[in-house]
């Protein structure tokens, strides 16, 4: 039975413990906080209880899965194939905790980081092992969520990347194979979902919940921009932006919104405080967020524009209200553009932006999969029209 360490028993390090020991390997869980790893155990045995309750898990396949995970020291790491480390996204913090580790590991021992922002590249070369240092980013909860990308440096040997993301096959996971670039592939091509959604509002195109709607239900997003941006936290979520936009050397594409960046001096951070674009605080979630103009550019070439795409994206996205339709092109087509970037930049081949988008945020189809499902003509007008009529260069193609 293999053995993989994992470093920072919090969300990240116990779901993916969780992962490992499931697909049966042993799993040390070490953490700088002496009783954090039990604690990941002791969780990860709290959240089968409930799930033998329901019928779902035997006792014995429960046990058996606890069972190989152990809160460790650097002591028992002498025969761990591979180390995911998972602690605070601070790269000096993950060079101290990483270095003082080495000496206990086996010398062909991979070294894999579940960090979502910083560079791999910096880590490896840091730690002086940049051949056997790559990027396992797993999202959260990692038990449920199937993606792994697998993020590939300049230094890292192949046969390193191939192996890690043979394990994460085995461990029932998707892989995307990127780049070491800003934001990897999810959190670099989801940003538009965000971003364009909240200018839409601020040009006064439609209220929160019309364009939450249209993207649950006429585009089959799990979740509109709003109410998911309530749920993952304002603050989380441009910190995200301004860590990929800068990274990125500020394309108008990435900028930030006024709109999101005040929910966040106001304290309104989403659900967790009560209230964001919606108010929480009733039995159903009320709108509160209002754009700053009544009266949207609304030109000829855009609404003919976007009621040819809209009748492409679904029958039900055809009968939407002409400013609804515009609004859904314009956060599509960021989408899609950011998807053309990120291929273009080198991040990742259009496959793998596809598997990310599906299986990492639940996207209804890659955006490349889906812009070829169009009619000839129907992306290329949309993106002339927006280009034309909304841009300030954000629809520009590579
Ligand atoms: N939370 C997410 O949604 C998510 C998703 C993907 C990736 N990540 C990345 O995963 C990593 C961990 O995130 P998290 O949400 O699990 O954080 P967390 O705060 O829940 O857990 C971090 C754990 O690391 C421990 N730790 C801190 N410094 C340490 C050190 N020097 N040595 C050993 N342990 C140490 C802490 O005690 C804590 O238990 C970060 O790099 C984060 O960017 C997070």
């Given at each position: 039975?293999?053995t993989?360490?994992?470093?920072?028993?919090?969300?990240?390090?116990?779901g993916?413990?969780?992962?490992a020991?499931?697909a049966?390997?042993?799993?040390?869980?070490?953490?700088?906080?002496?009783?954090?790893?039990?604690?990941?155990?002791?969780?990860?045995?709290?959240?089968?209880?409930?799930?033998i309750?329901?019928?779902?898990?035997?006792?014995?396949?429960?046990?058996?899965?606890?069972?190989?995970?152990?809160?460790?020291s650097?002591?028992?790491?002498?025969?761990?194939?591979?180390?995911?480390?998972?602690?605070?996204e601070?790269?000096?913090?993950?060079?101290?905790?990483?270095?003082?580790?080495?000496?206990?590991?086996?010398?062909?021992?991979?070294?894999?980081?579940?960090?979502s922002?910083?560079?791999?590249?910096?880590?490896?070369?840091?730690?002086?092992?940049?051949?056997?240092?790559?990027?396992m980013?797993?999202?959260?909860?990692?038990?449920?969520?199937?993606l792994?990308?697998?993020?590939?440096?300049?230094?890292?040997?192949?046969?390193?990347?191939?192996?890690?993301?043979?394990?994460?096959?085995?461990?029932?996971?998707?892989?995307?194979?990127?780049?070491?670039?800003?934001?990897?592939?999810?959190?670099?091509?989801a940003?538009?979902?965000?971003?364009?959604?909240?200018?839409?509002?601020?040009?006064?195109?439609?209220?929160?919940?019309?364009?939450?709607?249209?993207?649950?239900?006429?585009?089959?997003?799990?979740?509109?921009?709003?109410?998911?941006?309530?749920?993952?936290g304002?603050?989380v979520?441009?910190?995200?932006?301004?860590?990929?936009?800068?990274?990125?050397?500020?394309?108008?594409?990435?900028?930030?919104?006024?709109?999101q960046?005040?929910?966040?001096?106001?304290?309104?951070?989403?659900?967790?405080?009560?209230?964001?674009?919606?108010?929480?605080?009733?039995?159903?979630?009320?709108?509160?967020?209002?754009?700053?103009?009544?009266?949207?550019?609304?030109?000829?070439?855009?609404?003919?524009?976007?009621?040819?795409?809209?009748?492409?994206?679904?029958?039900?996205a055809?009968?939407c209200?002409?400013?609804?339709?515009?609004?859904?092109?314009?956060?599509?087509?960021?989408?899609?553009?950011?998807?053309?970037?990120?291929?273009?930049?080198?991040v990742?081949?259009a496959?793998?932006?596809?598997?990310?988008?599906?299986?990492?945020v639940?996207y209804?189809?890659?955006?490349?999969?889906?812009?070829?499902?169009?009619?000839g003509?129907?992306?290329d007008?949309a993106?002339?029209?927006?280009?034309?009529?909304?841009?300030?260069?954000?629809?520009t193609?590579?």
């Amino acid at each position: 039975m293999p053995t993989a360490g994992i470093l920072g028993a919090g969300a990240m390090g116990a779901g993916i413990a969780q992962v490992a020991a499931a697909a049966g390997w042993s799993v040390v869980l070490l953490d700088v906080d002496q009783t954090a790893a039990q604690a990941g155990i002791d969780g990860i045995a709290g959240r089968f209880a409930k799930r033998i309750e329901r019928g779902r898990m035997t006792q014995d396949d429960a046990d058996a899965i606890v069972g190989r995970i152990s809160a460790g020291s650097p002591d028992s790491l002498s025969d761990c194939a591979l180390l995911i480390e998972a602690i605070v996204e601070d790269i000096d913090m993950k060079v101290a905790a990483l270095s003082a580790l080495l000496e206990h590991l086996p010398a062909d021992a991979i070294i894999a980081s579940n960090t979502s922002s910083l560079s791999v590249t910096e880590l490896g070369v840091r730690l002086d092992r940049a051949d056997r240092t790559c990027g396992m980013h797993f999202f959260n909860p990692a038990p449920v969520m199937k993606l792994v990308e697998v993020v590939a440096t300049e230094h890292c040997d192949r046969a390193v990347i191939d192996r890690v993301a043979d394990i994460a096959t085995k461990w029932g996971k998707t892989v995307a194979h990127c780049a070491d670039t800003p934001g990897f592939i999810v959190n670099r091509v989801a940003r538009p979902y965000y971003l364009e959604a909240f200018r839409c509002l601020e040009d006064g195109l439609c209220t929160p919940d019309l364009l939450d709607a249209a993207m649950r239900d006429a585009a089959n997003f799990r979740m509109g921009p709003f109410e998911l941006t309530d749920l993952i936290g304002h603050d989380v979520n441009t910190a995200t932006t301004r860590s990929v936009w800068t990274s990125w050397d500020k394309p108008q594409r990435l900028c930030p919104v006024h709109a999101q960046e005040a929910l966040v001096s106001a304290g309104d951070l989403g659900r967790k405080t009560g209230c964001g674009v919606y108010d929480h605080t009733g039995d159903a979630p009320v709108a509160v967020l209002r754009g700053m103009s009544d009266a949207p550019c609304l030109t000829s070439g855009l609404t003919e524009a976007a009621a040819a795409f809209a009748a492409g994206v679904s029958s039900q996205a055809a009968t939407c209200p002409a400013p609804v339709q515009v609004a859904l092109m314009r956060v599509l087509c960021g989408l899609f553009n950011e998807a053309l970037w990120a291929r273009h930049d080198g991040v990742a081949d259009a496959n793998a932006i596809d598997t990310a988008m599906t299986f990492g945020v639940n996207y209804p189809k890659g955006p490349f999969e889906w812009m070829s499902s169009f009619d000839g003509g129907v992306v290329d007008a949309a993106f002339d029209a927006l280009s034309a009529d909304v841009s300030a260069g954000r629809f520009t193609r590579p």
